[in-house]
Structure formats: C-alpha cells, structure tokens
C-alpha cells in the first residue's frame, strides 16, 4: 500500500528540506525525497548549494584567501612566513568534509522535524483521489500518495553547445571545485557570480586566469560605481577578464601527457584570438532542471526553457502542485529558494507566506566581495526615478585600516523626497555580512536618516554603512 503524505517534496536543497522543515513545523506529515548521492553513494542532502555551489565554493575561497594572505599580506603585519607550501589535497579534503557536515546536518534536521525522508528519484505519476502518486526509485522502489507536492528540483549547469562538460578538460562548477592539481593556466568562460568566484580560487592557488565575456560591460546586474571598483581591484590581483568576446571552436588537444585546451574567439575589436589552457571552466548561466521527474504525466506547464511556470505564490497550473527555488523564475540564489519554500508551506498551511523580491540580496564573495541589494543607480535613471546617492570608501574606516583591506566602498541610493532606501550596494571587506543591515533597512522602508541616526559599534565596518547613508545628505563625518 502506498504511504500516504500531506505534503511530498521533491528535491532535497535549500528549496526543498526547507519547504520540508517549515511545512512540518506547521504540523503537516511531510516527505522529502531527495537523489543526491555522495561518494559512497548514500543520501547527501543540500541540492548545488550543499554539494556543488554556495558551501564547498566558500569552503574552497576561504582557504584559497589564507593561502594567499600568508602568501602576500602576513608580511606586512610583521608575521615571517618561511617554506609556505600548498597543500591541495588537505584543502579539497577540508572542503569535502564542510560539505558532509551540511549533509549531514541536513539529515539530522529532517529527522528532528519528522519529515520522511526518502533516498532516490521522485516523479509523477498520475493525479489521483484529489491528490497525486509520486514514484521513489532508489536503492527501493517505492510510491508515495501526496495532498500536496512541492518540487524544487533546481538547476544544472549549462553547457556550451560545441563544448560538453567532461569534467576533465571542461569543467562545471562541480569539476571546477575539484581540480586535482592547480593548473598553470585556468580559463574561464562567462564572468558572473560563479566564473569570478571559481577564478579568484584558482588565481590565489597559483593559476594565471583568463576570464572571457561576452557581454561588453562587467558585471551588468551591479550598479555601475561598485562593478567599475570592483573590476579596479580583480586587474590588480591579476585576475585577466576580457569583456565583449565571442567564442568560436573549442578543442582538446594533446599536451605532454596532459591535455590543452584551445579556445578560438574574437575579442571586442573583432580580432581573431586563440586562448590555450589546461582546463576550461564554463560558466554561463544554469538551466531549470526537470530531468526524471516526469511532468509530462500530470500536464505540469514548463516554460520555453523548462523552468516549471508559477505565479507570484508558487502555484502552478496544477491544483496542490506548488514549485519553488531554481527551477521557477527569479534569481538563482539559495536564499531565494528557502524563502519560497517558507511562504509554500506557510500557505498549504492556510497562512499568508510571502517573498518581498525588492530586498532579496546578492553577494559576490570575492574579495573584495560585492553585494547589493534593491534598485542600482542605472535602473533608477532608466525608471526616472528622483534619487539621491551617498557613497562612503573603506579607505575612511578604521576598522578597514586595521584589518589592512581599504578597498572599495558602501553606496546609499535613496528617493529625493521621502528619502526611503531605494538599493544599497557595497564593495569591500565582509560585504556579504554588512548587506543584511541594508536588508532590514528596506523590509522596514527605512530612510537613510534612520541609518543616519543609528549608533553603530566603533571601530567597525558597519561605520562604513551608516556614513554613506550620512553622505546621502552630505555630512559624512569621516571623510
Ligand atoms: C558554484 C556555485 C556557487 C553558488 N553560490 C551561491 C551563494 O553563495 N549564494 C547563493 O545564494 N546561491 C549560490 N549558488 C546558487 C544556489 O546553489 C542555488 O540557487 C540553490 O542551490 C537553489 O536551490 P534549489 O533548492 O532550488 O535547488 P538545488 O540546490 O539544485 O537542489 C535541488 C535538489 O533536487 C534534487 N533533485 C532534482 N530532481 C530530483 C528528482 N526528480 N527526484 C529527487 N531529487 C531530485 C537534486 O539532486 C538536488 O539535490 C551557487 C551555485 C553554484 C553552482
């Protein structure tokens, strides 16, 4: 007989075992089922972000930045360092051992929770009695009976058409966080969030990075000041990113008894080049996966590039068929996906869940890392919205100082006559953990007087935040 669920998730990442999580908490018998597999081919729950994406990534940057401190930097705070030596495997066995704890910890919170958890595939079956069968193929076969079905089964990296990962030479996120041997020379295609990441690990390994784009501006999405600032300190580090390429053939050919990889492409002026490197990591976007899950069986409506579709609650054109995460729209982010799975439970549970896209945040954890959140200068411009700016630079901040990282900046953008916070964008150290003030600000539609006005620890980064928002009237105290 098949077990009976209110809810059933399909997919177990920061979308799904928190959709999972919440919906048991609001006393539903919840299901998750979730295919990853680790090493040893047992249950590794956390989707991309635990296994692929946002952990071991900021696993593998954090160790890469103490290399490259001790390396470069300890010096100048008076620390000798002698025989400073990479040892990469321990750095890729660190990482792989955060990952298992996220795993792990994953696990032990859907146990916590009562949420049954369930190691394979899941698909569609067919609708039935009000609800759907959901099949489990995994080391059992097994199928589910579910009231309602929430699937958030993520992304997958998207491949060049005339370059197939393989993993070896051409390189995904998941090959990119697991090169054996620091390569002499690393390309990458496509300079979003991941490629200058993936870039700026290898780089501090050791690795002489070129990073081709074919868009002609860096960084887009950002507010122009802080990508200008930004792209000022990645050609400092070294890190080569050449912008408004168009990529043609790409080959693997024999090197000694490596291989190497040639790219054929045209820079910005229309100049043929050739770029040949040991490894090639693409990064150009990710694609919504639904891959096994069978949608056709129950008519789940996909769009032309197969993210399921839903409205603004979730909801897809299916009765209790509810999609959350990477594979619908909006950002591709971890967070993003965890507050859709929040507000599905909340409303299966007849509450009111809601996601304020406005002020979801973006983090780039480069160093120095960028982040952002609300509206940049250039779409306040392109709306014709009045807006006043105030910019404050980490050169000006004592904590900066000590820490011995001035690079960058924090920018407040705010209405010119509420004075409500319209974006706030930040280039500089610990950017990713001084947005999260940003945040609140906006939930709480605060002005840039209310930051203005708050007291903020001294000597700290956080100064940074409150004298931009000063500078919006322009009386920053510092500078
Ligand atoms: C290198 C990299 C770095 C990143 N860094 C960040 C970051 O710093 N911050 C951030 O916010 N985001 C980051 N992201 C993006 C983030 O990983 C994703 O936005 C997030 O994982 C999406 O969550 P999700 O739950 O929608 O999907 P996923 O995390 O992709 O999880 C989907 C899960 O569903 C499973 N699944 C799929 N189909 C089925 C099926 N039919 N049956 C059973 N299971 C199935 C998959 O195996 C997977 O475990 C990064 C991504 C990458 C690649």
Same mark, same amino acid.
């Not at 990591?281 to 409506?301: D, Q």
């Given at each position: ?111 916590? /929770? ?202 897809? /054109? ?162």
């Amino acid at each position: 007989m098949s077990k009976q669920f209110d809810v059933v998730v399909i997919g177990g990442g920061p979308g799904g075992y928190i959709a999972a999580i919440r919906a048991a908490q609001l006393g539903q018998n919840v299901a998750c089922i979730d295919e990853w597999k680790n090493a040893k081919g047992g249950p590794a729950p956390g989707g991309t972000c635990t296994n692929v994406g946002c952990i071991p990534s900021k696993a593998l940057l954090q160790s890469s930045e103490h290399f490259e401190h001790a390396g470069k930097h300890f010096g100048e705070h008076g620390i000798k360092v002698a025989g400073l030596e990479l040892d990469l495997p321990t750095m890729l066995g660190r990482k792989d051992q955060v990952v298992k704890q996220n795993n792990d910890g994953i696990l032990y919170l859907l146990k916590k /929770n009562k949420v049954s958890f369930f190691h394979g595939r899941g698909s569609f079956v067919a609708a039935k009695d009000g609800g759907y069968e959901i099949n489990v193929k995994g080391a059992a076969d097994e199928t589910l009976l579910a009231t309602h079905v929430i699937v958030a089964t993520g992304s997958n990296a998207r491949a060049l058409p005339n370059a197939p990962f393989d993993e070896e030479n051409i390189l995904s996120n998941d090959g990119a966080l697991r090169i054996g041997g620091v390569p002499k020379k690393l390309g990458l295609i496509g300079s979003g969030v991941i490629g200058l990441e993936m870039g700026s690990v290898w780089r501090r390994l050791g690795a002489e990075v070129t990073i081709l784009e074919g868009l002609p501006t860096f960084l887009g999405a950002v507010d122009d000041q802080i990508a200008k600032e930004a792209k000022k300190a990645f050609d400092k580090q070294g890190l080569k990113i050449e912008l408004g390429v168009k990529v043609g053939d790409i080959k693997i050919g024999k090197k000694g008894k490596g291989s190497v990889v040639s790219i054929a492409y045209s820079n910005a002026k229309g100049e043929a080049q050739t770029l040949d490197v040991d490894k090639l990591i693409v990064s150009i976007g990710r694609v919504p996966n639904t891959i096994g899950l069978n949608a056709e069986a129950v008519g789940l409506k996909l769009d032309e590039r197969g993210a399921i579709v839903v409205d603004d609650d979730c909801k897809t /054109n299916l009765a209790n068929v509810w999609a959350v995460g990477d594979v619908v729209r909006g950002p591709m982010l971890a967070h993003k996906a965890e507050e859709e799975g929040v507000a599905v439970a909340e409303r299966i549970a007849g509450q009111h869940g809601h996601v304020n896209f406005n002020t979801v945040p973006w983090v780039i954890y480069t160093s120095p890392e960028i982040a952002w959140v609300g509206q940049t200068e250039q779409q306040l411009k392109a709306a014709g919205r009045g807006y006043k700016a105030g910019t404050f630079p980490f050169m000006a901040n004592g904590r900066a100082r000590a820490l011995g990282d001035t690079t960058g900046m924090v920018k407040f953008l705010a209405d010119d006559t509420t004075d409500e916070i319209l974006g706030v964008h930040i280039v500089g150290p610990m950017a990713s953990e001084l947005i999260s003030e940003a945040v609140v600000a906006m939930e709480f539609k605060a002005s840039s007087e209310d930051i203005a006005r708050i007291c903020h620890a001294h000597p700290s980064l956080s100064e940074a935040t409150k004298e931009a928002a000063l500078a919006v009237e322009k009386r920053t105290l510092n500078f």
